[in-house]
Nanobody
Framework: QVQLVESGGGVVEPGGSLRLSCVTS????????IGWFRQAPGKEREFVAA????????DYADSVKGRFTISRNNAKNTVYLQMNNLKSEDTAVYYC????????????????WGQGTQVTVSS
């Protein structure tokens, strides 16, 4: 059974940083991509960042480019999202999701999801 567990969310002031983690388990194949998505109250779930199994390819939403960095440690089955220079508009529940093969920026392409972790950026 595939499982994803996020952690690292919290409350931070504008300009601050957080690092989210997503620990995966249960995969029987090792060529899966991970995507981070977020959803704010009253808004649709939106793509944040993604990374392929080899880490050779990463992608970011325009709104987070230059501020967020996605990385993974396959030996630890963990994907990270380093978030710097956080803004109030980054406030949302952040989810990691996985799919076999190449990544996608469309949330419905991902069959496996974590439970989410809340990120609140407020002074």
């Amino acid at each position: 059974q595939v499982q994803l567990v996020e952690s690292g969310g919290g409350v931070v002031e504008p300009g601050g940083s957080l690092r989210l983690s997503c620990v995966t388990s249960g995969f029987t194949k090792d060529y899966y991509s991970i995507g981070w998505f977020r959803q704010a109250p009253g808004k649709e779930r939106e793509f944040v960042a993604a990374i392929t199994w080899s880490s050779r390819t990463t992608d970011y939403a325009d709104s987070v480019k230059g501020r967020f960095t996605i990385s993974r440690n396959n030996a630890k089955n963990t994907v990270y999202l380093q978030m710097n220079n956080l803004k109030s508009e980054d406030t949302a529940v952040y989810y990691c999701a996985s799919k076999l093969g190449y990544y996608s920026d469309y949330h419905l392409d991902y069959p496996y999801w974590g439970q989410g972790t809340q990120v609140t950026v407020s002074s």
